[in-house]
């Protein structure tokens, strides 16, 4: 059974740089029928895509955040990260990771359990 | 403000169906059968309920079920139980360089 496990700091200052990991176990990231991508969740608020990768290291990221991010990915530990650069307190939220279909945007399944990142000095 | 267009609430009685629509463009929704939907119960990471507009994940029950309708996808409930009460979510591959869109979210009250 895949499992998404997201870990990293759950607080962050003001203009640093937000950096987390996503663990995949039960199924190899190498696979060829699917990206892999973060998802946010502001307090009380919907769901916002960040980007994804395929493993390859091809990445697609939502425009508004481009300038931003990066995601990344290590085949040899089966994870892919994601650095988020000059954060703000409009950067916290819950963030996940999951396995997406082909093309991206089709479906996302299995989620991680999510993280919860604050930005604050 | 979000690309794709929900409720913000819908209720219904147990044993009763409902339904959640999800309006985007032909851009989006309208334009491709790439339409899922996320089942969200508070403080829990979204659930898979729907993909390809119609189609149900392994062990998702068959009382839920998808369709759309030119630029309007939905999302129907059927036989509400208690355990249904949550968010729900729905997204869709768009042509525009933002790739993936999600609706603002819909909460469902079973009375």
């Known amino acids: 059974q895949l499992q998404l496990q997201e870990s990293g700091p759950g607080l962050v200052k003001p203009s640093e740089t937000l950096s987390l990991t996503c663990n995949v176990t039960?199924?190899?990231?190498?696979?060829?029928?699917?990206?892999w991508g973060w998802i946010r969740q502001p307090p009380g608020k919907g769901l916002e895509w960040i980007g994804s990768?395929?493993?390859?290291?091809?990445?697609s990221y939502n425009p508004s955040l481009k300038s931003r991010v990066t995601i990344s990915v290590d085949t040899s530990k089966n994870q892919f990260s994601l650095k988020l650069s000059s954060v703000t307190a409009a950067d916290t939220g819950v963030y996940y990771c999951a396995r997406l279909g082909i093309p991206v945007g089709d479906w996302f399944d299995p989620w991680g359990q999510g993280t919860l990142v604050t930005v604050s000095s | 403000q979000s690309a794709l267009t929900q409720p913000a609430s819908v209720s219904g009685s147990p044993g009763q169906s409902i339904t959640i629509s999800c309006t985007g463009t032909s851009s989006d929704v309208g334009g491709y059968d790439y339409v899922s939907w996320y089942q969200q119960h508070p403080g829990k990471a979204p659930k898979l309920m729907i993909y390809?507009?119609?189609n149900r994940p392994s062990g998702v029950s068959n009382r839920f079920s998808g369709s759309k309708s030119g630029n309007t996808a939905s999302l129907t409930i059927s036989g509400l139980q208690a355990e249904d009460e949550a968010d729900y979510y729905c997204?869709?591959?768009?042509?525009?360089?933002?790739?993936?869109?999600f609706g603002g979210g819909t909460k469902l009250t079973v009375l």
């Open positions: 390809d507009v119609s």
């Open positions: 990768i395929y493993y390859s290291g091809s990445t």
């Open positions: 039960g199924g190899s990231i190498s696979s060829s029928s699917y990206y």
């Open positions: 997204s869709s591959y768009t042509s525009s360089s933002t790739l993936v869109v």
